[in-house]
């Protein structure tokens, strides 16, 4: 079956940076569509960064466009998610996420797997 993986989280002062990772594993993803989501305490969920796996191309959420990069290796089926300039207001439990339509990036009720996330908190 479908296993999504995430490492990477931790402790960061504001200003500081962190890679997450997400090792995909259970079928090809070529076609797919890898997106990351983040949930902070008492907010709803919202779409960070996604990344079509055969092209590359990327989308991101406005909060963090230009601060953020999204890339994928494929011989090791990884996605990650460069974090740059962070914020207090990064903080949240970090998912990836994964889907077969190319539709929709920032919907997460159309992605069929989740990793079990990584926590990042930012310190100000």
């Known amino acids: 079956q479908v296993q999504l993986v995430e490492s990477g989280g931790g402790l960061v002062q504001a200003g500081g940076s962190l890679r997450l990772s997400c090792a995909a594993s259970?079928?090809?993803?070529?076609?797919?569509?890898m997106g990351w989501f983040r949930q902070a305490p008492g907010k709803e969920g919202e779409f960070v960064a996604g990344?079509?796996?055969?092209?590359?191309?990327?989308g991101y959420a406005d909060s963090v466009r230009g601060r953020f990069t999204i890339s994928r290796e494929t011989a090791k089926n990884t996605v990650y998610l460069e974090m740059n300039n962070l914020k207090p207001e990064d903080t949240a439990v970090y998912y990836c996420a994964t889907k077969s339509s190319v539709s929709g990036w920032s919907l997460p009720d159309l992605y069929h797997h989740w990793g079990q996330g990584t926590q990042v908190t930012v310190s100000s």
């Open positions: 259970g079928r090809t993803f070529s076609n797919d569509v």
């Open positions: 990344i079509r796996w055969n092209l590359g191309t990327t």
